[in-house]
Structure formats: structure tokens, C-alpha cells
């Protein structure tokens, strides 16, 4: 089993930014990519951002050259530097880890970009 827990949420205005961070504990040497999912109301949750173990990142175009993924050198934490802002990236933003059979989901963290 993987948890993770995330943290750095919060409400900041439009061209400000955030950074989230996610750890994950348990059998952390399992996962083999973690990523950024949000939801905003009404909408289906959406990929923001992925980080494989061996370092290969995937965007989703609306946030290419705003907001970069990263990991720590142990691998078990993963950021979101958010930058530039805009009040569409308001959503509950989840933290997700691929292990080789399972998908393990943060409790997720509320961001919210005022105009």
C-alpha cells in the first residue's frame, strides 16, 4: 500500500502562484510515476501533470510553460510549482501513484485563483 498526503493548497489571485507538494509513504519504491490531477465543479477530473520514475514529464497543454512537475531524490515526494496563475486552474487539485497494479489517490488539496 501507498499514501499520500498533500499539502500547499490555498487561494491566491490570478498571476500569483503555488507550489503543492504530495509524499508518499508505505511501499513508495513501488510507484512507477506520479502525477497531478484537478477537478473544478462540474467538470471530470483531468491529467495536469505527470513524472515518471525515470524522469520523463507529460502537461496538459493548458498549463505547458506555467507549471512544472517535479520529484525529490528519493522519489517519494513530487511538487507542482504553479506559475501565472489564471482563475480556470481553480479545482481540487489530487495527487495520483502508479505502482505496477494499483493507482493510489490523495485526498486532494483545494486551489482557488480569484480575478
Known amino acids: 500500500q501507498v499514501q499520500l498526503v498533500e499539502s500547499g493548497g490555498g487561494l491566491v489571485q490570478a498571476g500569483g502562484s503555488l507550489r503543492l507538494s504530495c509524499a508518499a509513504s508505505?511501499?513508495?519504491?513501488?510507484?512507477?510515476?506520479m502525477g497531478w490531477y484537478r477537478q473544478a465543479p462540474g467538470k471530470q477530473r483531468e491529467l495536469v501533470a505527470q513524472?515518471?520514475?525515470?524522469?520523463?514529464?507529460n502537461y496538459a497543454d493548458s498549463v505547458k510553460g506555467r507549471f512544472t512537475i517535479s520529484t525529490n531524490n528519493a522519489k517519494n515526494t513530487v511538487y507542482l510549482q504553479m506559475n501565472s496563475l489564471k482563475p480556470e486552474d481553480t479545482g481540487v487539485y489530487y495527487c495520483?501513484?502508479?505502482?505496477?497494479?494499483?493507482?493510489?489517490w490523495g485526498q486532494g488539496t483545494q486551489v482557488t485563483v480569484s480575478s
Open positions: 495520483e501513484a502508479e505502482g505496477r497494479y494499483t493507482v493510489y
Open positions: 508505505g511501499r513508495a519504491s513501488s510507484i512507477n510515476a
Open positions: 513524472i515518471t520514475s525515470g524522469g520523463s514529464t
